[in-house]
């Protein structure tokens, strides 16, 4: 372990451990080569601790805003229910990708990279962006995919590596063809921890879904643990026809509501509608209804979707009639 932090610390140069070091036969040297280690070591952390001070200083007077309307575009916030150090973004999604693919992604490897990290953070103009690699060999089955910050320092344009899209979402992140990312959240270090990244994914948005054939229920499918995913999956297997397996994950979503997304209730709402099952649909409505209508804050795009909802209802419920 003590081994690995001197490679970290002297940003991967090679340190001769103990027994390397018995084999110099002079004694004086020995000792020379320990002192110049030393020297490296103690610039290298007075350097990150400056870096450190430095960017802590620059978002010291971030504010808590806890009411969503109230939250700026790329303004930093904090929120109360967080610990001091975590920094949060409001962010548009990128031209030509509305569609969060994945949110709140941890970025992977940043510790070892961290001082790149801290100066990125420093500058002005902070954009992430992907550089898929097909040849990693840490990567999921040699694929990989770094996670680029552009940014602006006294004047100048700079990009560093920041670190990768964690390897059980490299897969997915690959195989799209358009993606961009944007900067979710930011955990400040200290002495004792590094700085960390969350980070939203996008993709374009989807055609509409298209069952050319509808099949049995797969009991082979497993449910994923994260809201946006299972709405993913549900999605992929809708438009495989596997209808059954997307409205038990759509209905897992609306029980959890971790999310304040009222995706899954369009699609169920959907699917009910082309299944002629209206009772069930009047059902998922009158639901996202009482959702959307019992939350404190809302925003303003909320009493759009109250309305498409509303209009939906009364053609369902003129369906039931006759």
């Not at 690995?4 to 020995?30: A, F, H, Q, W």
């Not at 992430?128 to 999921?140: A, H, M, T, V």
């Not at 990989?144 to 940014?151: E, G, M, P, R, S």
């Not at 700085?195 to 797969?218: A, L, M, N, Q, S």
């Amino acid at each position: 372990m003590f081994r690995k932090m001197l490679k970290y610390l002297l940003n991967g140069s090679e340190v001769k451990d103990t027994e390397e070091l018995k084999e110099d036969k002079n004694p004086s040297k020995i000792e020379l080569s320990k002192e110049k280690q030393l020297e490296k070591i103690n610039s290298v952390q007075t350097t990150r601790d400056e870096l450190v001070e430095k960017l802590l200083n620059k978002y010291i007077s971030t504010e808590e805003v806890d009411d969503p309307t109230k939250r700026e575009y790329d303004v930093p916030f904090r929120r109360s229910d967080s610990l001091d150090y975590q920094l949060y973004f409001n962010r548009k999604s990128p031209k030509g990708t509305p569609k969060k693919m994945i949110e709140f992604c941890n970025v992977a490897g940043v510790s070892y990279r961290e001082e790149n990290a801290i100066k990125a953070v420093l500058g002005d103009d902070l954009t992430l962006r992907i550089e898929k690699e097909s040849d990693n060999p840490f990567g999921e089955n040699g694929r990989a995919i770094k996670i680029l910050a552009d940014y602006n320092q006294d004047n100048e344009f700079h990009t560093t590596h920041i670190g990768y899209i964690p390897n059980d979402k490299v897969t997915k992140v690959y195989n799209a063809e358009i993606v961009n990312i944007t900067l979710r959240a930011i955990y400040l270090p200290s002495k004792e921890r590094s700085i960390g990244f969350r980070i939203d994914i996008w993709e374009p948005r989807e055609k509409t879904v298209k069952v050319v054939k509808e099949e049995e229920y797969d009991k082979t499918v497993s449910i994923p643990d994260n809201f946006a995913d299972r709405n993913h999956l549900a999605r992929d297997l809708e438009r495989e026809g596997f209808l059954d397996n997307a409205i038990e994950i759509y209905l897992k979503n609306i029980e959890d509501l971790s999310d304040t997304s009222l995706y899954p209730f369009k699609r169920l709402a959907i699917i009910y509608r082309k299944q002629k099952r209206y009772e069930d649909e009047l059902l998922i409505v009158q639901r996202s209804l009482e959702y959307l209508r019992s939350k404190e804050i809302n925003h303003p795009k909320d009493q759009k979707q109250i309305e498409e909802m509303e209009k939906r209802l009364k053609t369902v419920e003129s369906k039931l009639v006759k």
